[in-house]
C-alpha cells in the first residue's frame, strides 16, 4: 500500500503531465504481453509521447473519471494528435477515452485519426504534385514562348 505522500506526488505529476497535452488517450493494455508492452513503450519514446499506468481512484483524483473495469494506461502527447492514435490503434490496446485540448472527444474521431496519413507519408506525395504541376507550367510557358517568337 503506497502512503498518502506518494499518492500525492502521483496525482500532482499526473496533473503537471496532462497540463498542455495536445491528446490524452486513456487505454486497455489488458491482454498484452510484456514484449508488446515493451515494444509499446519504444514506440512512444521515440514519438516523443509520455506513457504513464495509473490506478484509477488517483486518475480520478487527478480530474479524470472513467467508469471502465479493466486497467488503463495513459499516452500523453504536447505536440501530436495523430502519432498517439496510431500506435494505440496498431497495437492490440483497446481505446478507452480520448482528450484533445482539454475536452473530451469521441472515439471515432481518436479512430479517425489513426487511419491518418502521418506527416512522413504525406510529403513524399505532396512533392509530387507540386512536382507536376510545375512541370506543367513550365511546359506552358515554353509553348506560350515559342508562339510568341513566331
Do not use: C, W
Not at 12 to 36: C, H, P, W
Not at 56 to 83: M, N, V
Not at 87 to 111: F, H, Q, R, V
Amino acid at each position: 500500500m503506497i502512503t498518502r505522500e506518494k499518492k500525492d506526488s502521483v496525482i500532482k505529476d499526473i496533473k503537471a503531465r496532462l497540463k498542455g497535452a495536445k491528446l490524452v488517450i486513456l487505454a486497455d493494455f489488458t491482454g498484452l504481453k510484456n514484449s508488446q508492452l515493451d515494444e509499446l513503450r519504444r514506440d512512444f519514446r521515440e514519438s516523443n509521447i509520455e506513457y504513464k499506468v495509473a490506478k484509477k481512484t488517483l486518475l480520478k483524483l487527478s480530474g479524470i473519471e472513467t467508469q471502465y473495469p479493466g486497467s488503463i494506461g495513459l499516452a500523453i502527447s504536447r505536440d501530436d494528435e495523430i502519432t498517439p492514435s496510431k500506435i494505440i490503434y496498431n497495437s492490440k490496446m483497446k481505446m478507452i477515452a480520448g482528450i484533445l485540448d482539454g475536452n473530451p472527444i469521441d472515439l471515432t474521431l481518436l479512430e479517425t485519426f489513426a487511419k491518418l496519413a502521418t506527416k512522413d507519408e504525406l510529403l513524399p506525395k505532396f512533392a509530387y504534385i507540386l512536382k507536376g504541376n510545375i512541370n506543367k507550367l513550365i511546359l506552358i510557358l515554353k509553348q506560350h514562348g515559342e508562339k510568341g517568337e513566331k
